[in-house]
Each structure stands twice: as structure tokens, then as C-alpha cells.
């Protein structure tokens, strides 16, 4: 697993936004808005941290 740090997620507006992005691509994750962090597996981190860069995201 890695959690991606994911510091410009402000509301549930985000999640949503992350997680229909993410479901589009068949990648399971855990958004917590709390912590402001996307838990994936590992192989699917890079592909992740891309969906997040074109989103408008940040991700550490």
C-alpha cells in the first residue's frame, strides 16, 4: 500500500471529484478528506499521482 499526501483536497466536492476519476480507471483507493490522503496499491501509485496532476492535484 502507499499513501499519497494529497494537501489541496479541501472538501467532498474533491473526493468526489478524485474518486470518479479514479472508479473511471478501474483503481480502487481510499480517500480520507481528514487526513487528506489517497491510500492505493503500490503498481497503481505513478498511475494515480497522474490522474491527481490532471485533476489539479498535488500529490506527495
Given at each position: 500500500?502507499?499513501?499519497?499526501?494529497?494537501?489541496?483536497?479541501?472538501?467532498?466536492?474533491c473526493v468526489k471529484?478524485?474518486?470518479?476519476?479514479?472508479?473511471?480507471?478501474?483503481?480502487?483507493?481510499?480517500?480520507?478528506?481528514?487526513?487528506?490522503?489517497?491510500?492505493?496499491f503500490d503498481e497503481?501509485?505513478?498511475?494515480?499521482?497522474?490522474?491527481?496532476?490532471?485533476?489539479?492535484?498535488?500529490?506527495?
Open positions: 500500500m502507499r499513501i499519497l499526501n494529497v494537501p489541496d483536497m479541501h472538501c467532498m466536492h471529484r478524485i474518486q470518479d476519476a479514479l472508479k473511471a480507471e478501474h483503481i480502487d483507493a481510499n480517500i480520507d478528506l481528514v487526513s487528506k490522503t489517497v491510500t492505493v497503481k501509485a505513478e498511475t494515480v499521482i497522474g490522474i491527481l496532476d490532471d485533476l489539479g492535484f498535488d500529490a506527495e
